[in-house]
């Protein structure tokens, strides 16, 4: 408040929040070459090839987010040995990218997501397979900031100059201005047994076995998250017989752990995901197999704290002004977790035998485009489907790969056009069944999830003053009807009265040496770098430099001023 009048009953206090710098998606490409390690056999043909990416370091050098991490790679493929045709290696590449985000420096805060992997794989020799792996990601990027906020108004303002004490009107509105996360990992082993059913021949020998962990209930207690789940398992083998034709068999493995966070209450929200870090099967007798996986669970609880914020103050006496500063709020508008149902007819070529028995199918998807619309957020993109499969009577495995299109739509309430939205989809099932000799139908079923949110600007008083008190600070907004002191320093976009913006007058001798000049005060926006403000006011860097004393153009912070020459 202006120094000359003093109002009872206003108070203040210090907010610490995370301001959005920056919020994008790139796609970081991995790329190597794989060898089959011995003793596995050549390969005649690559069936198909997965990929999981792991997120290790991720930094921030002026401009840019740097990410590292490490993809593993799974490839299954028919092999050139006659009596098992079917065979699976497993590679690690390395992940190295860089994001261009431009005005931001070391000491902000990086979150990076995984929102998409697609791996594709060529054969280059028997024993040799070139792959990459396309990793969508998405970038935001915070600073923190500490503001000063109006916390409290009195129900009646007594000025000297008003013999009636004034009830002002006070606007408020509840945000979200931190959020506490707390994380915790722990580690179990699932066992369990499966039977082979009746219609399928007994193993002899395990090919390779994969597996995907899901949570069925995560339960938050004083100090510890209980998260139950399930470990689907799909084991490729070799049948009981002279042929020595392959299957493939199903199970479903329950599991249960308990992450110690100390700080954790009852009714706080808990996300569980769950990584399989090793799995392996066992053949107890020709028709029981027993699973045994390395099950990880990381467990983040998230503690939001809301703040009430006074969005503005009316009624108040002619000689005083509530002063405002936008608030950039990110808020979630809604998220989902649906399955949906893709149906396809693959036509095998007539290169290719007829399907006497579908071994196993597989399915890729890979988003191409998220498209937020009015209540709904729609991802569409591609599915690689393989599949394994043999004729008949001699039972060798051949495979057919298609790609096709997909579009799954997820309803959110309140989404629309403007908004930001971000999904996933995973693939849960694929059962293919032969219909004709060279036709089959295959069910994929998809898991889509899909978050929308918004960045919201929330005007929110910082100060009451007099109409005399000389200078408007960089970001604030003066009320319309409100008379803008002679002499007072107003920065771009500051509103006044009857719209426009006033023009930054001298600065005075106090302020950074080149400023006597005069010059218009520029308030640094998202995304602005020095070279852009010269280029948009006709001015150089280095005047810019040397007008503000800036020691690193390269290291500029959103929401400071600079004095444009």
Do not use: C
Not at 327 to 347: K, Y
Not at 350 to 370: E, H, N, Y
Not at 539 to 548: E, F, G, L, P, W
């Amino acid at each position: 408040m202006s120094e000359d009048l003093t109002i009872s009953g206003v108070h203040h206090k210090k907010v610490k929040v995370e301001v959005i710098v920056a919020d994008v998606s790139a796609t970081i490409v991995a790329s190597g070459q794989l060898t089959v390690p011995p003793p596995k056999p050549d390969i005649a043909s690559i069936l198909d090839t997965q990929a999981e990416v792991t997120i290790s370091r991720v930094s921030v050098v002026s401009g840019t987010v740097v990410i590292q991490g490490n993809v593993i790679v799974d490839i299954t493929y028919v092999s050139t040995a006659p009596s098992q045709p079917v065979h699976f290696f497993e590679g690690t590449l390395s992940l190295f990218g860089s994001v261009n985000v431009p005005g931001i420096f070391p000491g902000m805060t990086p979150e990076v997501v995984v929102t998409s992997v697609y791996a594709t794989s060529r054969l280059v020799d028997p024993r040799t397979v070139e792959v990459n792996v396309l990793v969508t990601v998405r970038v935001k990027v915070l600073r923190e900031q500490v503001l000063p906020i109006v916390s409290e108004v009195p129900k009646t303002i007594i000025v000297p100059t008003v013999t009636v004490p004034v009830v002002p009107i006070v606007q408020r509105r509840v945000v979200t201005v931190e959020r506490a996360v707390l994380q915790g990992e722990a580690q179990t082993i699932a066992v369990g047994t499966i039977s082979i059913p009746p219609d399928k021949p007994g193993a002899s020998d395990i090919i390779r076995t994969s597996a995907a962990g899901s949570v069925t209930r995560a339960n938050v207690l004083r100090g510890k998250v209980v998260v139950d789940g399930v470990v689907s398992t799909r084991t490729l083998y070799v049948g009981l017989s002279p042929a020595q034709p392959v299957f493939s068999v199903d199970g479903v493995i329950p599991f249960s752990v308990i992450v110690d966070l100390p700080g954790v209450e009852v009714g706080m929200f808990a996300f569980a995901a769950v990584q399989i870090e090793a799995v392996d099967t066992t053949i107890v007798n020709a028709r029981t197999l027993r699973i045994r996986a390395v099950v990880k669970v990381s467990v983040v609880v998230t503690v939001e704290r809301e703040l009430p914020l006074v969005t503005g103050i009316g009624a108040l006496p002619p000689t005083l002004v509530p002063i405002t500063q936008d608030f950039l709020v990110e808020e979630i508008v809604g998220q989902v977790q649906d399955d949906s149902t893709v149906t396809v007819q693959i036509v095998v070529p007539a290169t290719l035998p007829g399907i006497g028995r579908v071994i196993q199918s597989f399915a890729q998807a890979r988003i191409t485009k998220t498209i937020v619309l009015d209540g709904v957020i729609i991802v569409q993109g591609t599915l690689r489907i393989t599949i394994l499969f043999s004729e008949l009577p001699s039972q060798k495995v051949f495979a057919h790969v298609e790609t096709v299109p997909f579009s799954v739509t997820l309803r959110i309430p309140g989404a629309v056009p403007a908004f930001f939205g971000t999904a996933e989809v995973t693939v849960v099932r694929v059962v293919a069944v032969p219909v004709q000799p060279k036709i089959a139908n295959v069910r994929v079923t998809l898991r889509g999830w899909g978050m929308v949110t918004r960045i919201d600007t929330v005007p929110t008083v910082v100060d009451i003053r007099s109409q005399g008190a000389g200078q408007v600070p960089p970001g604030i907004v003066v009320p319309p009807g409100t008379e803008v002191p002679p002499g007072t320093v107003t920065p771009p976009g500051t509103s006044v009265p009857g719209g426009g913006e006033l023009p930054g007058p001298p600065v005075s001798s106090s302020s950074q040496s080149s400023s006597s000049a005069g010059g218009r005060v520029y308030v640094v926006q998202i995304g602005d770098t020095v070279f852009r403000i010269a280029q948009r006011y006709g001015t150089t860097v280095d005047a810019i430099v040397q007008a503000n004393s800036i020691q690193d153009p390269d290291r500029i912070v959103v929401g400071d001023t600079l004095v444009i020459p």
